[in-house]
């Protein structure tokens, strides 16, 4: 039989098996797990229908809740990942069962997978080999560096942490966490939820410039991003807290939170004054560092007063500063030119 012919022989035979879905049909269900067809089809590795991430897709977008735990339960895998889709109504690119529920914004959908095994952590993964890409055989689950990591001065990591740190922050291997997806769909009843069941953020802000402090809250962010100052750029908690409460006393900053608090909106804030009227230096590293710090504190100092209430940075620029201190991570680590004018050793 010529490819052609079995592609059109498969598709026939899905198609009938997701009507089956649709009609409830159980008897049918269950049949369509016995591998008794040929899968040597380009870009189909699964033996069965109900092992299908695309199946498992399908009744999550239907909102076929039982369903979609009848396929689970005949051991469909939750963790299944599907490089590249195209159905009638849209196209899947690099994704899982469960980011898919949480992009649609099925709570329902994301409670039954996450109770059937579902990774909470499950990232996008993406590996920049065309035959990989092609074949959709290989999945590199991504670790992300740690801190401590970020922090060990260069000289001191191995060429291994040094490779890994170059392809992770250039995007060759990239991940967005599910709760993170939530977050950018503004699906707060979503985040609520992956939080509760322990989820972790992490932030990917650009193709090529991955912020590399995972946060839950804007508070933990802030932390760290403090930390980062401090120990990395070199600035020390003295001069930190000083600048801190120059910020807050500027006219303009008070303004500022006075209208965000009035619209319940937030921060946008390094568009607002200008970088010369924090630093009198020329430096351009200089400006761009205190520049990010001026963020920080802004959107530190609203969340204490105007955002207290809530646990989470309500769809707050922060990917943004994120990509300030990208930024600076790269420029203070590799430049020694830019080491040098920002007085750093």
Not at 108 to 136: M, P, Q
Not at 230 to 253: H, M, N, P, W
Not at 325 to 331: D, P
């Amino acid at each position: 039989m010529r490819r052609e012919e079995v592609v059109a022989q498969w598709q026939r035979e899905y198609d009938s098996f997701l009507q089956d879905c649709m009609n409830r049909d159980w008897a049918k269900i269950a049949r369509a797990d016995e591998p008794n067809r040929d899968w040597a089809i380009m870009f189909e590795v699964d033996r069965s229908f109900i092992n299908n991430a695309k199946s498992l897709l399908f009744t999550i977008e239907n909102r076929l809740y039982d369903v979609l735990q009848f396929l689970l339960d005949k051991g469909a895998d939750p963790n299944s990942s599907l490089r590249r889709y195209n159905s009638d109504r849209r196209c899947y690119e690099s994704t899982t069962p469960l980011i898919e529920a949480v992009k649609i914004g099925n709570l329902e959908s994301v409670k039954i997978l996450l109770d059937n095994g579902a990774d909470i952590n499950f990232c996008v993964e993406r590996n920049l080999s065309d035959r990989d890409v092609y074949f959709n055989k290989t999945r590199i689950r991504v670790k992300e560096p740690s801190d401590d990591l970020y922090i060990k001065p260069r000289e001191k990591r191995t060429d291994d942490e040094k490779m890994y740190i170059w392809k992770y922050s250039t995007g060759e291997l990239a991940n967005m966490s599910p709760i993170q997806i939530a977050y950018n769909y503004r699906h707060d009843n979503i985040v609520d939820y992956l939080l509760s069941r322990g989820a972790t953020m992490k932030v990917n802000i650009r193709p090529s410039g991955i912020f590399p402090f995972p946060f839950t809250t804007l508070g933990e962010m802030l932390r760290r991003c403090k930390l980062y100052f401090i120990k990395e750029v070199g600035l020390c908690e003295e001069r930190y807290y000083a600048l801190r409460t120059q910020v807050r006393e500027f006219e303009s900053t008070k303004e500022l939170l006075k209208g965000y608090e009035v619209r319940n909106a937030v921060p946008y804030p390094f568009r607002i004054v200008s970088t010369a009227v924090l630093l009198l230096d020329n430096s351009l590293e200089f400006k761009f560092q205190y520049m990010a710090l001026y963020s920080l504190f802004i959107l530190e100092y609203w969340n204490e007063i105007i955002n207290s209430k809530t646990h989470i940075a309500a769809y707050a620029k922060v990917d943004d500063i994120g990509y300030l201190i990208c930024w600076l991570v790269k420029e203070t680590e590799y430049s020694k030119s830019t080491r040098q004018s920002l007085g750093l050793k």
